[in-house]
């Protein structure tokens, strides 16, 4: 196993994150929010440890072939490139036996007969229902592949004989429990949800620049909020009354009532 300090692990997963092209300096610095000196000395120590290489001055830092036996790092590979890859995924509303309904197939029929313009305000609300209905499919596939993988009895697939000694004595619950903590990544899924035309449209404008990252305007929250209600109503009211009970623990926490005297 590596035994990395902290520091090395955030940029070495950053530069994972980039694949085989590798990562530049300044690209490590604004994705891990490290000084360049910073940067410049972890990048030179991973060096040193053969973990990394860089051909020359000008070149990007690229993972050499040691790296790829480290267990933790294939899931956190995995999970990148998945989700970026998961909006050009076939939509499983209409290419899944589950969910391949009358309502699918007649939504997307309009869409691809007449174009998204041309669709009336009650179509155009059902074809947003289906969009958001279609990302939450992918997120759930996406997040129980994860999940049986990490439960799988072979976990990983290493040419690396000293990786495959190491892995014999770790604990395969701590690697379970590794292997889901590195592939998933809700901060990627905010970035690829951001991503769906719905959601862009939507982002609110903010001062200095012409649009927040993720934060939506008012009238896009609502229509978001009102079709993941349509779609998921059983869902929605329990996961108010939930967030209604947490709030009120908060402030049960910060403002305790005072006891009665007796």
């Not at 692990?9 to 690209?27: D, N, P, Q």
Request: charged residues 30%; proline residues 3%.
């Amino acid at each position: 196993m590596l035994h990395l300090k902290k520091t090395e692990w955030i940029v070495l997963k950053c530069i994972v994150g980039h694949g085989i092209r590798g990562a530049g300096t300044t690209e490590i610095k604004e994705e891990t929010g490290l000084d360049r000196s910073t940067v410049f000395r972890t990048c030179d120590k991973l060096i040193q440890k053969n973990i990394l290489l860089k051909k020359n001055k000008m070149a990007k830092y690229q993972l050499t072939g040691k790296i790829y036996g480290e267990p933790t790092l294939l899931p956190f590979s995995l999970g990148m490139d998945a989700i970026s890859d998961m909006l050009s995924w076939k939509n499983i509303s209409v290419n899944n036996t589950f969910c391949n309904t009358q309502l699918c197939k007649k939504v997307m029929a309009k869409l691809n007969s007449r174009g998204k313009t041309k669709l009336t305000s009650s179509e155009q609300r059902q074809y947003d229902e289906l969009i958001l209905f279609e990302f939450a499919n992918r997120i759930g596939a996406l997040f129980l592949y994860f999940l049986i993988t990490a439960m799988s009895p072979k976990k990983l697939n290493l040419d690396i004989e000293e990786m495959k000694k190491e892995i014999e004595f770790e604990d395969s619950d701590e690697m379970a429990m590794k292997w889901i903590d590195n592939a998933i990544k809700p901060a990627r899924v905010l970035q690829e949800f951001a991503n769906i035309p719905l959601v862009t449209a939507g982002l609110a404008p903010v001062e200095s620049l012409k649009k927040s990252i993720y934060i939506l305007d008012e009238p896009t929250f609502s229509k978001l909020m009102t079709a993941f209600k349509n779609i998921y109503g059983d869902i929605f009211d329990n996961l108010g009354r939930i967030r209604k009970k947490a709030q009120e623990n908060i402030e049960l926490f910060r403002y305790p009532k005072p006891k009665s005297k007796v």
